[in-house]
């Protein structure tokens, strides 16, 4: 099997989020990166077959500079070889373009299966798997919470959680898939695999190395354009009525009418 | 010049096992340690990180890595708790390092591998009642009966003492012959005449088992010592030098803890209509906390990388150990203090970092005996 399992670099799930100055962006100041969680999920499914299948694994991701630590993470795992797409002419794009930039790399070679994340983190937007897998034409099962491959019959059987029920899709390969928590828990890399992680090949592509018109992506070919981003309303703390439950009935009667005005 | 940073893969590393530690580890310490339970769960997942062979060949089943990564990863587990990073420290650093760095081509086959793999757990059983500093005065005898060795005698004191699957134990080859008749054995679980003793319950790295065993005509192959027969005393101070760079890297860690629950908690708590932190008085706490924190690290380091690069490191390890024993002692008390009433509380985790760092200024040499080994190198 020959596996691509696109990642994205989020700011650490635990970081506290503040707009920037100009009300376009977040603050990056003082930030921690990961992994987005949902595309470890891919990770670790991909090592897993290869563990089972004689496979390669190849990671992929579209960012700036920093986001090669991502990459040397998944590498560390044990992927086999990483691409990083990184040019300045990306910046503010949209999931379209990030989907056009990834589908030109992925077009370079031939793979069976290609996983994504469900959504990232960051902007939670879910769209670029599937963006990818309509622009290569491939069949996609989003939000997978099982994988089983049927390599001899070059299908698989993705399994994912609807309303009420789980839903079984035979699918087709090659194929996309986008992760949900639940298809597997992902490993903590090995002392070795870190160590060996700067030995393995990364390659990294420019728009022009891939041939992909700067204009259809980045700031120029963005069909959306972010507004502003503003911080949720801060929220009073929570008043607590500790008395006994006579009390406090009258009590919480009395602030809604006299505090709350809503009786 | 020197070179202060750490290497792209030892950062990455860092980062690994400070995930690993805050997401795998700490959730469980408190009460783990409430409850005295061994991280028995911990085990298989830091197995297959290769944790417990840091510093063990690839081709024995460890990571091929030094005392520099053992130093790396024990700080970042001593951040979250002392008791993982005292079982990790004691398995890597004294048993499976005595068998790797002085056992021959088949009791590293036989016992670095499973050790190093994590398959079986190790300890290493020098203390015992009458000799603790004093480790050359031990009364445990190996006897030779034919093919066999034959022990008797009681050690005290040893970490994993239950839980282990190998020991490494030293006892008297030569009755009355003080440190020349010292000799290193290898003994399974299992093997007929060892049994564990009483279970200590302790102030502090309360979820590591600190266990008594006792030897009563315990019978091993010839085969079991380890390294020449009466020269195991000279061994043992070597596997020492190596194990306080650890224990050193782990009262960084704890020091750490202390430091980190310290900044947090200063900013949150209000007196007088301020977070604490805008106080001078809290501030200086933490300001020297942190600059000793910075010391005790250059010095694991540095010993650390002696050792690495072939070097002479014992009085750089015992330098290491002893300041970074006694300053996360100041540092965790310290950092009690910043909480005030809660710090005092088992919720608080600064009451365990306290509790656990105070194993560091006793275990593998008291700061005592730190003193004596480094004013011995610096006046002969
Ligand atoms: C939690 C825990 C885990 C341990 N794990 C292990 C283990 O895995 N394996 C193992 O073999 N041992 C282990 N030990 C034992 C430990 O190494 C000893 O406790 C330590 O070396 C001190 O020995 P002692 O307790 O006999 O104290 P003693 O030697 O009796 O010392 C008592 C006091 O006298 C001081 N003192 C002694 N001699 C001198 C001197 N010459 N000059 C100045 N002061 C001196 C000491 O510094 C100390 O303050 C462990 C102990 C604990 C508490």
Redesign the interface.
Known sequence: MKIAVCIKQVPATESKIKPSSDGKEIDRTGLSY?VNPYDEFGVEEALRIKERLESSVTVVTMGTERAE?AL??CL?LGADQAIHIKDDLLRGGDAYGVALVLTTALMKEHYDIIFFGKQAVDDDSGAVGIHVAELMGLPHVAVINKLDLKPEEGRALASRQIEGATEMVNIKLPAVFTCQKGLNEP??????G??K??QKPLTTLTLADLGVDKDAVGAKGAKLVVDCIKAPRVRSTGNIIDKNPSESVEELVRLLRDEAKVL | MIDFDLSEEQKCLQQMIRNFAKTEISPGAADRDEKMSFPHELIPKMAAMKLLGIAIPEKYGGAGLGAMETAIVLEEIGRVDGATALIVASHNALCTAHLYRFGTEAQRERYVVPLAKGEKLGAWALTEAGSGSDAAALQTTAVLDGDAWVINGSKLFTTQGATAGITVMMASTLPGGGAGGISAFVVEKGTPGLTVGKVENKLGVRASDTAALHFEDLRIPKANLIGACGEGFQDVLQILDGGRIGIGAMAVGLARGALEESIHYAKEREQFGHPIADFQAIQAKLSDMSSEIEAARLLVYRAALLKDHGDDFKLAASEAKLFASEMAMRATSQAIQIHGGVGYLKEAPVERYFRDAKICEIGEGTSEIQRRVIAKELLR
């Open positions: 990961v630590e040397r993470t560390a490993r903590y890399a090995s002392l070795p870190i160590m992680a700067k």
